[in-house]
């Protein structure tokens, strides 16, 4: 989409301004996420507290976004496709500052596992291949929101569940290996968490396709497979 | 002033003349009244021309270009000449951009060209690839919210020469891009995107060379060194211990220099601008000479035969010899004791085919690719141990492919393997039946 023609200049550069910091942040947490991929299988160290410090970079940037759109909200009252964006980005912030949190959390865990004796489990293969879907995922969404294409946002929320059965097999795996070892244990309980927090990094993912959705269409898509499923009834949605 | 101007005063001229004369004539009433019609006569005329270049204006095309009298004429000529001499530099300055815009395209290189803010304006098709751009739909939109790495907004806003940004592009591993940015224009930036995947493999490959050739010569040098140390430190050495160790350094030192013979052959053999030496030989004859010197390396271990066919050969007989005899040294360090090893010369639909067959350990499928690499070691403890340099199937390789011939290895793991040399057609002369 061009940048909207307003009368004000400047409102048009405080939108657009906006839009490529989310867009920013957004770079930011994919190498987060992906430092934090790597930290897991190689241990190492320096890498792990580079992404901790890091962190405080993606809170900056939610508090600093936050912070333009209610200036903007306050100063410009936007209405139709403006407010939509305003509304759909400082929502999309959230989603993208707790995936920040979530690759934190996978270097904590996988700091765990190194300093204990390292991997035992040779599970890191299809952790890896799960967080590099996911972190895919992630750079679709986000190109999306750049493009403002709800086609792609579409494709992108249909794809979510392959992140999940990714999620379900490794906990299978995880399983036969507690079975037979009670010794991997607290090895395989910590790799969990780290399965857990990409399963998740793919839901917000998904959040942040439908908040494309809705800033183009202005129709909210979310939860309406549930609906579907209780009324059994297709939802119809203006587009 | 041209004729036609003259012929427009002529007529103001007859219309005044008219009036005085009727003036002279009816009285001075009749006269003014005779002028103010013939001056209004005009006037309608010129109203008209007036009109119908105004409506020409509108649609100019050479093919209705109104035919009027007089000055008229002159000026809807001069309006027509102007307006073709405008279409002409037009249609010359586009196909002189379309000239640009071409040449732009055929670059090897990504070009994007950004506004003041960053926006993209255009970019070639390479750099949509390049970028994962998306051509047309992509136009307008600001680059650095499709490409987020935080350093591309910097190095855009220095935009100064000499300043670029490595890009590994997420979906294609290993590819890796270099990107530039240059300011033009009045505040326009040109970004661009060199492929520059190979000379990064180059230099990937350089520095493990360099790395391993100084760790393998630092093998051997650090036994010397040693020996040496003990030898000079200890106070009444004694003679028997020393002439072991003045032996095994002397290995060490062989060692090394088979390694520098080793090197020294494969950098002649890489950057030989000499043509090759087109000897017509009879293989046999190299055969048995290898097959001789294999026997001595093997010292009885093993039984080394020949099956050839006296079928002649065109090409370097040396580099050949040092070729072959590589493949079959090769043979019999992994052979174990009282295994089979034979050599075969034979000519196969026109094809020379030099094979070396062994009973040996064999090679695992894995490492079948990465064979002639320098220094690729299967196993490296072992091969070190049975004195290769690590550089014999390279040597072989780039004198196979001097002689347009390429190399086929059959391997099963504690089986043996094959080592085939196969030579085009035209270096063969068959056996005459």
Redesign the interface.
Known sequence: MPPSEHLSKQYDSDLEDIRSRVLQMGGLVEAQILAAIECFTSGDHDRMAQVSENEFRVNAYEVEIDDLCIHVVAKRQPTAGDLRLIMGISKAVTDLERMGDEAEKIVRMAGHIHERRGLQIPRSAEVRRSGDMAVAQLRRALDAMARLDPDEAEQIIGEDVLIDGEFRNILRQLITFMMEDPRTISTALEITWIAKAIERIGDHVKNIAEQVIYIVRGTDVRHISKELKRFGGPAEQDS | MGSAWSALLLRLAVVGLLAALTGAWFGAGAGWATASLALLLLLALHTHQLWRLQRWLKRPDSQSVPDAWGAWGDVFFEIYRLLRQEAKARERILADLEVFSQAAEASPDGLVILDADDHILWCNRVAEQQL?L?GE??I???V???I???RL?ELIARSSEGQSLQYRP??RKGTVYSIEAIRFGKDRKLLIGFDVTQSERVETLRRDFVANVSHELRTPLTVIAGFIEHIVTEPEPDPEDTRDQLGIMSEQVSRMLRLVDDLLTLSRLESETQALREDEFDVRDLVYEIAADGRSLSAGRHSITCEVQPALLKGSRDELHSAFSNLLSNAVRYTPDGGRIVLYWEVKDGKGVFSVEDSGIGIAEEHLPRLTERFYRVDRGRSRESGGTGLGLSIVKHVLLRHQAGLEIDSVPGAGSTFRAIFPSWRVTPPQA
Do not use: K
């Open positions: 994962g998306r739909r992509d307008g939109l600001l650095t919210n499709l987020r790495l935080p907004a997420p979906d």
